[in-house]
């Protein structure tokens, strides 16, 4: 979350006249995130142990986890969307992870950085469905076989629904990582006004900090989660690309 | 009216979604919890479903809760 006593300009993100804005501490916690996903790479493959020690199981499951979510969704075909859909994972998951550091930025709490990150989705498979389908792709506003006097209802439901994909993937991973930090930082807020209150509040202070470490485990859990829904949605999309339907 | 009741209320109303939601979420689980005790070895196939199902639902739960924070504070 931003230091406190400053707010952030949510629209003034998108202003495109600042090319070389400066080096904000979003970019910084992106870095870092960049950093951390090549070292996991790059240092736990570097022995390449039979036996793999900690790093190195590290590196294969997260590895093999996306490798299996691939081939399962999209098909043998997707096997060369791989790389990417590997990269957003554990950019978003590392991101996601970062945030729940103390005193730490999450950049993934931004709509700004989030909409980037749909809107590359959106328009690779927009363009993966074009390439291999050409205009047969139209098709996909018009499921077979059904009645041609709905058309003028369908198609435009349809294109609604395929041009809102944008704004609920980049809205569900933002409004996940905006609320989960929020809610921490409410029952935080509570274990301080109850403190003030001298022994009793001390002593009742006890029950919302209990729930906040509880709800720092349920924030790993949603750090996870929402990385892998991102991910599997970016796979769904590629399945409807690839195939049509 | 008040500007600001205004705004309380619009908020309040906002998260009516979350009747659906809850909805939604305990019928997802109800779901998974039969069909793993129906067939155990189907469980490590239908987690995974189930728990896609809660995120995505959530999502709802979460696009409610800002939009009642976009009538509060924009």
Same mark, same amino acid.
């Given at each position: 979350m931003a230091v406190e006593?400053k707010?952030i ?14 080096f904000t501490n979003s970019n910084l916690y992106m870095l870092i995130g960049g950093v951390a996903i ?53 950019f978003v998951l590392f991101g996601n992870l970062l945030g729940m550091l103390p005193y730490a930025f999450t950049f993934t709490s931004h709509?700004?950085v ?63 990582m905006v609320?989960g930090h929020v809610?921490l930082k409410?029952?935080a ?27 720092v485990?349920?924030e790993f859990?949603v750090a996870?989660?929402?990385a ?18 | ?15 009516? =979604? ?6 939604? !979420? +305990?019928?997802?689980?109800?779901? *998974?919890?039969?069909? @793993? %005790?129906?067939?155990? =070895? ?6 995974? !479903? +189930?728990?896609?199902?809660?995120? *995505?639902?959530?999502? @709802? %739960? ?13």
């Amino acid at each position: 979350m931003a230091v406190e006593g400053k707010t952030i300009d949510a629209l003034s993100q998108f202003e495109l006249t600042h090319v070389a804005a400066g080096f904000t501490n979003s970019n910084l916690y992106m870095l870092i995130g960049g950093v951390a996903i090549s070292a996991l790479m790059v240092l736990g493959m570097q022995k390449r142990a039979r036996v793999p020690g900690r790093l190195q199981s590290l590196a294969e499951v997260s590895y093999e986890f996306i490798y299996n979510m691939v081939d399962e969704q999209v098909g043998r075909e997707g096997r060369k969307f791989f790389p990417f859909v590997f990269t957003l994972f554990m950019f978003v998951l590392f991101g996601n992870l970062l945030g729940m550091l103390p005193y730490a930025f999450t950049f993934t709490s931004h709509i700004a950085v989030t909409f980037t990150l749909a809107l590359v989705v959106f328009i690779l498979v927009t363009a993966v469905a074009l390439a291999i389908h050409g205009t047969k792709f139209f098709s996909y506003f018009f499921p077979e076989g059904a009645p041609i006097a709905l058309a003028p209802i369908i198609i435009p439901v349809e294109i609604i629904s395929y041009l809102s994909r944008v704004v609920s993937l980049s809205v569900r991973l933002f409004a996940n990582m905006v609320a989960g930090h929020v809610m921490l930082k409410v029952f935080a807020t509570f274990v301080v006004l109850l403190g003030s209150l001298g022994v009793i509040g001390i002593i009742g202070a006890a029950a919302p900090l209990a729930l906040n470490v509880a709800l720092v485990g349920f924030e790993f859990l949603v750090a996870f989660l929402q990385a892998y829904v991102f991910a599997i949605l970016t796979c769904i999309y590629l399945h409807d690309a690839v195939h049509l339907h | 009216m008040e500007v600001e009741a205004a705004k309380a209320l619009g908020a309040g109303i906002a998260v009516i =979604a979350l009747f659906g939601v809850g909805l939604g !979420i +305990g019928n997802i689980f109800s779901s *998974l919890i039969s069909s @793993v %005790a129906r067939n155990p =070895a189907a469980r490590d196939a239908v987690f995974p !479903i +189930g728990i896609l199902g809660f995120a *995505l639902t959530e999502a @709802v %739960a979460l696009f409610a809760l800002l939009i009642a924070f976009l009538i509060l504070f924009a």
